[in-house]
C-alpha cells in the first residue's frame, strides 16, 4: 500500500506544476492570437484537462462498465462547479460577462438537461431505454461541434491591461503542452492508485466513480482554476470549468456511447439532481447577491452544496 500512496502523490505534484505552465502558456496566447482567456480556457484549457476523464469514461464504455464511464462525467461536473469553482471564488470572486450570461451559463444548463432527458427516455417519455444510445452520443458531438464554431465566431478579446513581460510563441505553446502533458500524466498517476488505495477499502464502482475517479480526473481542473485564481484570470477560470463540463457531456460521453451504448440504471435521481442543481448554482450566482459576479458567499454556498452531496454519498455506501 505505501508504493500506491506515493504514486498518488506523484501524480498531485505533477498536477500542481502542470497547472502553473498551462495557465500562464494558456494567457499569453490569448494575448498573441486576440482570444478572450475565457475563449482560451474553454477551448484549449477546458478539453485538455479534461483528457483524464476522456481515458476513464472511453475505456469504462470500451469494457461495457457504465457506471464507471457516467458516473466519472457526473461526479466531475459536480465536482468542477460546486468544489472547484466554489474554491476558486473563495480565493478570487469571478466576474460573470455579458456573454457569460447570455449563452454560455445557459448552454451548460441546456446540455446537462439534455443529457438527464436522454438519459431517461424511458422514465419519462415512456419509450427507448434509460441510457444514451449511438444515436443520441451523435447528437451531443454534434452539439458540440456547434457550439465551439459558435465561441470563435463571437470572440470577444479583453483589453490587457497587465504589465506581464510578453511571452513568445514558440515558448508559451511548450509551456501549454508541456502543463497539459504533465496534468495528464500526474492525473493518471492519481486516478489510477486512488482507485487501488479504494479498491483495497471495497466500496462500489458508482461510489469510486463519482468520488475517487470524479476527484481524480478533476485534479487538473482544480489546479487550473486555483491558479487562474491565484493570478487573478477568473475568466480563465470559468472558461475552464464550462467548457470542461460540456467537454465531458457532448464529447466524451457523446463518444463513449458511440463506442457502446450507456445505461443510465446505477445512477439515482439524487445523483442526476446534484447534477442538475450545480448547473442552475451558476445562473444563480449571475442574477443574485452581486450580479455579474461570482463571489465568497456563492463560493461558500457552492462548497457546502459539494459538502452535502459527498456525505449524503458516504452514508448511502
Not at 469553482?85 to 456573454?99: E, F, K, R, V
Request: charged share 10%; glycine share 12%; proline share 3%.
Amino acid at each position: 500500500m505505501i508504493i500506491p500512496i506515493l504514486l498518488f502523490l506523484a501524480g498531485l505534484v505533477l498536477i500542481v506544476f502542470g497547472a502553473n505552465y498551462l495557465v500562464d502558456g494558456a494567457s499569453a496566447i490569448a494575448r498573441r492570437f486576440g482570444l478572450s482567456e475565457f475563449v482560451i480556457g474553454l477551448t484549449i484549457v477546458g478539453m485538455g484537462t479534461s483528457a483524464p476523464e476522456m481515458v476513464v469514461s472511453f475505456l469504462g464504455a470500451l469494457k461495457g462498465n457504465a457506471d464507471i464511464a457516467i458516473g466519472n462525467v457526473i461526479g466531475s461536473n459536480i465536482m468542477n462547479v460546486l468544489l472547484i469553482l466554489g474554491l476558486s471564488a473563495l480565493i478570487l470572486p469571478m466576474q460573470i460577462t455579458p456573454s457569460n450570461k447570455k449563452r454560455d451559463i445557459p448552454t451548460n444548463i441546456l446540455v446537462t438537461l439534455l443529457l438527464i432527458l436522454l438519459g431517461l427516455e424511458q422514465t419519462v417519455f415512456h419509450f427507448g431505454t434509460d441510457g444514451l444510445s449511438r444515436w443520441d452520443g451523435a447528437v451531443l458531438i454534434a452539439i458540440f461541434i456547434l457550439y465551439m464554431w459558435q465561441s470563435f465566431r463571437t470572440n470577444q478579446p479583453e483589453e490587457d491591461g497587465s504589465a506581464e513581460k510578453p511571452v513568445k510563441i514558440g515558448w508559451a505553446i511548450l509551456m501549454v503542452l508541456g502543463g497539459l502533458a504533465s496534468l495528464v500524466f500526474g492525473g493518471n498517476l492519481f486516478v489510477d492508485n486512488a482507485t487501488v488505495i479504494a479498491r483495497s477499502l471495497g466500496v462500489s464502482d458508482k461510489f469510486i466513480a463519482i468520488t475517487i475517479l470524479a476527484g481524480g480526473t478533476s485534479m487538473p481542473e482544480l489546479a487550473t482554476c486555483v491558479v487562474a485564481a491565484a493570478k487573478k484570470k477568473g475568466q480563465l477560470a470559468l472558461g475552464n470549468i464550462i467548457g470542461s463540463n460540456l467537454f465531458n457531456i457532448l464529447l466524451i460521453l457523446g463518444g463513449a456511447a458511440l463506442i457502446n451504448p450507456l445505461s443510465f440504471s446505477g445512477m439515482s435521481y439524487v445523483d442526476l439532481g446534484v447534477l442538475l442543481l450545480s448547473a442552475l448554482c451558476l445562473l444563480t450566482a449571475a442574477y443574485i447577491g452581486k450580479k455579474d459576479e461570482i463571489d465568497r458567499l456563492d463560493g461558500g454556498i457552492f462548497v457546502a452544496i459539494w459538502a452535502g452531496y459527498m456525505a449524503y454519498l458516504i452514508v448511502n455506501l
